[in-house]
């Protein structure tokens, strides 16, 4: 019998994604979210558009006692978006709205397993001061101290699902994403991440021309391509380990050095002009002890192989706009 799995946030970046993965491996895959995938169409054997936030599409989505529910579904976006501060109160009612639905009615539904994406936006601002040498491990989440709301609302998410786990036995499975990128994700509006947003501005300028920055430019970040997030998810999810996990890549960049990375593929020559921008914390990096410990497995791609992939599909749509 093929697995019967539900997808909340089947209609985004990653959510698209892993349905593709799951059908690949045989399952029977539900999708929801507000809208299809945007770039590709949805290969799911049902798509619902209905709103997460509303407990009576919940009610109808988890029908049945799923094997596994992925809640991708989250008010999210890039550093434009996430720091900016003029989102902050929709960010928390949206994406706790919809974890408090899912969770509850999943519980009552019987799921079998429920997996949730947490963030690396969790980790205390004080321990990600210096670009050289952040402390991002699972355990030093506390005290907390989070640099946005966003993280405030996944630290809250990551407690209510484990004490689903602790109160109702519910099998929980918890990963914190780190910045994860490639084709087919949000490349342009506002919401694009670092590495979508650099790709765009390095296919837009012309050789010899400039593209800007926010900041010095010196912050630290790591970005995983989707393909091993995949990996690492439907990984998590087959263990016996609960999480919360970090998965992500150990690969630290400047956001400098991104966009160097991004111009060589291009084989372009630019200027970086750096002006003020929201920042977030000034270094994160993926620290994978704990995931080579209970998966024995970690991320291993070189950036500037999943880099290459999304600056050619990035460039392609720039072309077709």
């Known amino acids: 019998m093929a697995k019967k799995i ?16 799951l059908k690949g491996e045989g399952a029977w895959v539900r999708g929801v979210d507000l809208k299809q995938p945007e770039f590709s169409p949805t290969v799911a054997d049902e798509f619902v558009i209905g709103d997460l936030r509303d407990q009576s599409v919940v009610k109808n989505v988890l029908d049945q006692p799923f094997d596994e529910v992925y809640q991708l579904a989250a008010d999210m976006g890039g550093a434009g978006y996430i720091f900016s501060g003029e989102h902050d109160a929709d960010v928390m009612h949206n994406s706790a709205s919809i974890n408090l639905n899912v969770v509850s009615f999943g519980q009552k539904a019987g799921i079998k397993k429920i997996f949730y994406s947490s963030s690396a936006c969790i980790y205390p601002e004080y321990n990600q001061l210096d670009p050289d040498n952040p402390k991002c491990s699972e355990e030093s989440a506390y005290p907390a101290a989070p ?13 209510m699902y484990l004490s689903y786990y602790r109160n109702y036995g519910l099998d929980v499975r918890i990963a914190r994403f780190h910045n994860i990128f490639g084709p087919e994700g949000t490349w342009r509006g506002g ?24 900041g010095d430019g010196k912050q630290t970040r790591s970005f995983l391509y989707i393909d091993e997030c995949l990996d690492g998810v439907r990984r998590l999810m087959d263990s016996d380990f609960t999480g919360p996990v970090n998965i992500g890549s150990d690969e630290m960049v400047t956001i400098n050095g991104l966009a160097e990375m991004v111009m060589e593929i291009a084989g372009k020559k630019l200027s970086i002009k750096h002006i003020e921008g929201p920042l977030g914390v ?8 704990l995931i080579k410990e209970k998966l024995s497995w970690a991320p291993s791609q070189k950036l500037q192989i999943g880099l290459a992939e999304t600056y050619r599909w990035i460039d392609k749509q720039n072309q077709q706009k």
């Open 6 to 21: 539900l997808v909340c946030g089947a209609g985004g970046f990653i959510g698209g994604h892993l349905v593709k993965k």
């Open 147 to 159: 640099d946005s709301e966003y993280g405030w609302e996944k630290l809250f998410s990551e407690r």
């Open 282 to 289: 000034r270094g994160r990096n993926s620290d994978n002890k």
């Open 191 to 214: 919401k694009e991440k670092a590495p979508a947003a650099m790709c765009r501005k390095v296919a837009e300028a012309s050789e010899g021309g400039t593209i800007e920055i926010w």
